[in-house]
């Protein structure tokens, strides 16, 4: 059975930084993608980026140049290393895995864990 337990959320200002951690047991990241939505109050979850099976890091919504996925695949762990924070950035940040491919449909993805609350103070 696959499980993902997400940590490392927390309150920081605006420009600072946060890294999540999701720690994934029960499949390995040969043949299962993860990745990481988040869900303003109020708003639908979105996808932010997602780890290919081929170890590619793909990044969604305003991101881009400010996140980055890193892994341990010893510990079976993916990171979610967030600079440059905003405040729109805050919202509970999940981790999620699929078999195959990455895509940014929440409702496509089976395993998920329960959260890690991140709040930007602006």
């Known amino acids: 059975e696959e499980q993902l337990v997400e940590s490392g959320g927390g309150l920081v200002q605006a420009g600072g930084s946060l890294r999540l951690s999701c720690a994934a047991s029960g499949f390995t990241f040969d043949d299962y993608v993860i990745a990481w939505f988040r869900q303003a109050p109020g708003k639908e979850r979105e996808g932010v980026s997602c780890?290919?099976?081929?170890?590619?890091?793909i990044y969604y919504a305003d991101v881009k140049g400010r996140f980055t996925i890193t892994s341990d695949d010893a510990k079976n762990t993916v990171h979610l290393n967030m600079n440059s924070l905003k405040a729109e950035d805050t919202g509970v940040y999940y981790c999620?895995?699929?078999?195959?491919?990455?895509?940014?449909?929440?409702?496509?993805?089976?395993?998920w864990g329960p959260g890690t609350q991140v709040t930007v103070s602006s």
């Open positions: 780890r290919t099976t081929s170890g590619l890091n």
């Open positions: 999620a895995a699929k078999r195959s491919s990455c895509t940014g449909g929440a409702f496509l993805y089976p395993s």
